[in-house]
């Protein structure tokens, strides 16, 4: 006996009123409908209906048994689409929001590398340093760096947002390399300024569990990390930025970390999305591909 098959005509049944009319969506026969329903009763040893010849209700088991049974009939539909979903290829528009410097030195090529695998979904990277609201204006995915606010977001915990201080060899000839964070206030340093606040007074560090707030002086500022960058590259002093950013040029010589016996400040960092039980395909690869390069 198929018991889903049989809960599904039984339900049928009730929800039609009879067996004629369920035969008509099920596309079954009066008889068969009946057989069902006769296998049915027989397994469970009671009766579900009571029935004559003009009119038909439920049992008090019945009635107990319908309300239980579209249950099992709805997760079981569940199921199927589940596994068809798992099995479908990504596809679709996906609509990502991240810092910009992030966005551009970390999430780029990881999305190229994304759309390469998953030649069917197309990709809007909006980059931002505001805070998005990631429902009201429809993005699928955003990276937050900083704390979080409390949310109904599903926050899933990245690497942290590492920093670090570099300068150009053309630089350090000219002035002369720090070995002390307090030694910052003698030298150019490039300043990151946000939109919402103004450049940072000081530069934190943290060596042997004690931390080093250093002043520093900031004649260039900008709120543009590749702005910052060019500078530190053409000599102009020393910059405070992503070691994913930073990380390229070190390797190549073309900067030099400086205070590299210190910490320098990390932030936490998060992808944010939202609650779906059954998230799409496009936003559920992505999620994967985040997580092997930055979880």
């Known amino acids: 006996m198929d018991r889903l098959k049989c809960m ?11 067996f004629a009319a369920a035969s008509e969506v099920l596309n079954l026969s009066p008889q068969m409908v009946g057989k069902h329903i006769s296998m049915l009763e027989e397994h469970l040893g009671t009766r ?18 319908y309300e239980r049974c579209k249950v099992v009939l709805a997760a079981a539909d569940e199921a ?3 596994a068809q979903e798992m099995t479908a290829m990504p596809r679709g528009v996906l609509r990502v929001n991240a810092p910009v410097t992030f966005g551009a030195y970390g999430m780029s090529p990881l999305v190229v590398d994304y759309m390469r695998r998953y030649p069917d ?14 429902v009201d204006e429809g993005f699928e995915a955003v990276i937050r760096i900083g704390p979080l606010a409390d949310s109904a977001l599903i926050a899933r915990k990245l690497k942290p947002y590492q920093l670090i201080a570099c300068a150009s060899p053309r630089y350090l000839a000219e002035f002369g390399t720090p070995v002390r ?15 919402s606040r103004s450049s940072e007074k ?13 002043e520093v002086n900031s004649r260039l500022q900008s709120n543009n990390a590749t702005a910052l960058l060019s500078a530190a590259l053409g000599g102009g002093g020393i910059i405070l930025g992503a070691e994913v950013v930073l990380g390229s040029y070190i390797a190549s010589g073309q900067l030099i970390q400086v205070l590299a016996d210190y910490q320098a400040p990390a932030r936490e960092m998060y992808l944010l999305y939202s609650p779906n039980r059954y998230p799409t395909q496009k936003l559920r690869r992505f999620i994967d591909a985040v997580m092997a390069e930055y979880g």
Not at 181 to 195: A, F, S, V
Request: charged share 25%; aromatic share 10%; hydrophobic share 35%.
């Open 121 to 134: 979904v197309q990709v809007e990277l909006t980059l931002s340093d505001r805070y998005v609201d990631l």
């Open 80 to 82: 199927e689409a589940v």
């Open 181 to 195: 964070p307090e030694e910052l206030i003698d030298h150019q340093c490039l300043g990151y300024t946000y939109w």
């Open 8 to 18: 599904l005509v039984f339900v049928k049944v009730t929800d039609c009123g009879s």
């Open 48 to 65: 579900l209906l009571n029935r004559t010849t003009r009119r038909q209700n439920l049992t008090e088991v019945g009635r107990m048994f």
């Open 202 to 214: 000081e530069w934190t560090f943290t060596k042997g569990g004690k931390q080093h707030a250093a």
